[in-house]
């Protein structure tokens, strides 16, 4: 698959896009009209982190600059979404507890 035209959906969850982590070809992505594109922060940024193989998002180009960006913003850390997508799943229940720890000058 190269192009997914998946604007105007009811597509809610922001993690929902770690079904299309196996597209490796998919090129041109359009989500555009869904509730994550207002509701999700950094919505373009995650998308284009996590999706690298992307040349056009949203109706238009993914630019140099916004990777790089997007590779500050989110590469290298431990996030919720993260363990989600190693774990395969979201369904801590108790049985995991997270604390948010910083390592800021930890050496």
Known sequence: L??????????KNIRDIFHLKPLSNLLILDLWGNPICHEA?????FIIYHLKALRAFDGYA???QESGEARETF?????PDFI??????SNFSGKYLFKKTNF????
């Open 84 to 89: 989600v997508e190693k774990l395969g799943h």
């Open 2 to 11: 190269i192009e997914l035209y998946a604007g105007n959906n009811l597509i």
């Open 41 to 45: 922060e950094k919505y373009r940024l």
């Open 62 to 64: 993914v630019e140099i």
């Open 104 to 107: 800021y000058r930890c050496s």
């Open 75 to 79: 590469g290298g850390k431990l996030t």
